[in-house]
């Protein structure tokens, strides 16, 4: 696995308040900085998204989410290590992200990411990262990097050529709320 060259450069971005697009253990993404409004509003901007719809982050491990969760159920990752699929928690008690990022209610939609070049990149920018459908809003998501818009493409700061040339068929994560120590399926 060839990406340093673009992880340096998406650290570069991230920490700058630039927006990147990647690939995730899903479909490609638009990322920022999960704690800077600025770079957030630019993913809505681009999106053409109304602010008010919040978006997933990624981290690496559950050390990560206890530090933006306030007092998540631990249970729920023992659910997440029996699911294959990708699957993204809808937490209550978002701390210490963009306050634009989170729902009304103070949620935060995070999912753990096991892919290794998003493990690596927020290893190594030591903050959680947005992750948002590489699409402009009700548009459908691209299926691998060859569907993406030349408006999203020219419309990020930096876009990562690791696994450009994938063409398998990506599909979104499963999305849960995790209430009452089961959980509730959202998007299957």
Request: net charge neutral.
């Amino acid at each position: 696995m060839n990406f340093e060259n673009d992880i340096v450069n998406c650290l570069d971005v991230l920490k700058n308040g630039g927006i990147i697009l990647y690939p995730t253990d899903t479909i490609w993404g638009i990322g920022c900085d999960a704690t800077n409004p600025g770079a957030v509003k630019k993913i809505y901007e681009l999106k053409k998204r109304a602010d008010k719809r919040s978006m997933i982050i990624l981290t690496g491990s559950e050390k990560e989410i206890l530090k933006y969760v306030a007092q998540p159920d631990l249970a729920v990752f023992d659910f997440l290590k029996s699911t294959p699929k990708p699957t993204t928690v809808i937490y209550k008690g978002a701390i210490g992200l963009a306050e634009n990022l989170m729902s009304d209610d103070g949620s935060i939609a995070i999912r753990m990411c096991r892919e290794e070049f998003c493990k690596h990149l927020i290893s190594r920018f030591k903050k959680p990262v947005v992750s948002t459908s590489a699409n402009i809003s009700d548009e459908p998501f691209p299926k691998n990097f060859s569907e993406v818009s030349e408006e999203i493409i020219n419309g990020v700061d930096y876009v990562v050529k690791y696994r450009q040339d994938d063409q398998g068929i990506a599909l979104p994560s499963t999305l849960i709320k995790w209430e009452h120590g089961k959980a509730i399926i959202i998007r299957p």
